[in-house]
Each structure stands twice: as C-alpha cells, then as structure tokens.
C-alpha cells in the first residue's frame, strides 16, 4: 500500500483514538505503525496536514554557525578531496570529489548537487508534512541526510524513494539502504510497504 494522499489522509477522523496502535503526539495525531500511515484525531493536525508541499517552507542552505559558509558549502568542504575557497573563504572553488551513485570523478562544484538521502517531498509524504517551519529547516540542512552527487544523479533520484531508485553504484547501496533507514527512524519517518519490500531485498543481498 502507498502512502495514501494528502488530501484523503486528512479527512480520515477515528472516533476511537485506540483504533491505532500508539498515542497522540503533540499536534493531534499518530504514526500508525502497521500500515505506515500518519493519522490525525484532532486539531491542529487536520489544519497541517491540508498543507501542499512546497520546497520554500524547507528553508536550506542556510548558515547556523555564522562562517559565512552555508550548508551546500559545508558539505562540499567535507566531502572534498584538497578543496579551496575563494578569497573571503565563504565558498567552495574547486576540489575533488567522487560521486558515492556513480563514482565518477569531479574538480568542479558547480557539476554537483547536495542531494537529500531522504528527499524532502518524500519526508512530507512521510510524516513531516506536519511539522512546523523550524523542523522542516532542521531536516533540510542535517548533515547526516546530505551528500555532494553528481548533479544528473540527484535529478534523475527526484524524490524517489529505494522502491523507485536506487544508486547506480552497486557496492555503495547498502550503504544508502543503512543511511536511509536510519534517516527515516531518526525523524520518526514512516515506510510504506513497498518501500520496505524494496529495502529488505538489499539487505538480504548486502548480509550474504
């Protein structure tokens, strides 16, 4: 089952909030953990959940610790081989970075995107849709979810979770798959049952 949409998941009232396994979180509603399915009982989740998703209420890159480097700087310098800055040392100029989808080989910044293991569509669809504009920040910028990637890679990904894609780079999936769930048990994500499916076949393979 696919995570059902937005627009139905908020019309869903349980009359008897111990109709689902588990309690209200803060804003009214609930993970159901045998579908994977977020549940709301009352306000003000029905009013958050209405919410399309729109990429400019996840506020990113953003500079938290004031360098004048920002998150796509900071990830570019930590996922660089010999990088440099330019004059004011605000921004990446060059390096050497290996692509961990394709692994190909680059000294250019501007041929990479900082792609979000777990997408941010994909985490609205998840359960954070909602979630307040400060939380949906703290995810778009959490370094434990970013990678410098070659930029068609990141495009290609979209929001796709592993049942729809997967890294080219055949010995670098398992480590995504483990990224991946542990993203997802970090922010108290759901999984649907395809994605679950998909993922449980990698394991299988990358535990022989």
């Known amino acids: 089952m696919k995570k059902i949409s937005l627009s139905i998941v908020a019309l869903v ?5 111990n109709a689902h396994p588990g309690g209200l979180d803060a804003k009214g509603g609930h993970m159901n953990t045998s579908t994977g399915e ?3 009982h009352r306000e003000p989740c029905f009013s958050l959940m209405v919410k399309q998703y729109e990429r400019k209420n996840w506020p990113h890159w953003v500079d938290d610790d004031r360098d004048c480097q920002n998150t796509r700087n900071e990830i570019l310098l930590r996922d660089a081989e010999n990088p440099g800055l330019n004059p004011k040392g605000c921004k990446v100029t060059y390096g050497v970075w ?3 989808y394709t692994g190909l080989v680059f000294t250019n910044p501007k041929d990479l995107d900082i792609d979000h293991i ?3 569509k994909e985490a609205f669809r998840s359960g954070a849709s909602v979630w307040n504009r400060q939380e949906k920040r703290a995810f778009a910028n959490d370094f ?3 990678l ?3 930029n068609s890679a990141n495009r290609k990904k979209g929001d796709k979770d592993p049942a729809g894609w997967m ?3 055949w010995d670098y999936q398992c480590d995504y798959i483990k990224q991946w769930k542990y993203i997802k048990q970090k922010y108290q994500l ?6 679950a499916q998909a993922i449980s076949l990698i394991e299988r393979r990358c535990n022989n």
């Open 118 to 120: 777990v997408p941010l």
């Open 13 to 17: 009232v349980s009359m008897n909030v």
């Open 148 to 150: 410098a990637v070659e």
């Open 98 to 100: 290996r692509c961990p």
């Open 190 to 195: 759901a999984m649907d049952n395809e994605e």
């Open 38 to 40: 977020y549940h709301c």
């Open 167 to 169: 890294p080219d780079k």
């Open 144 to 146: 434990e979810n970013l």
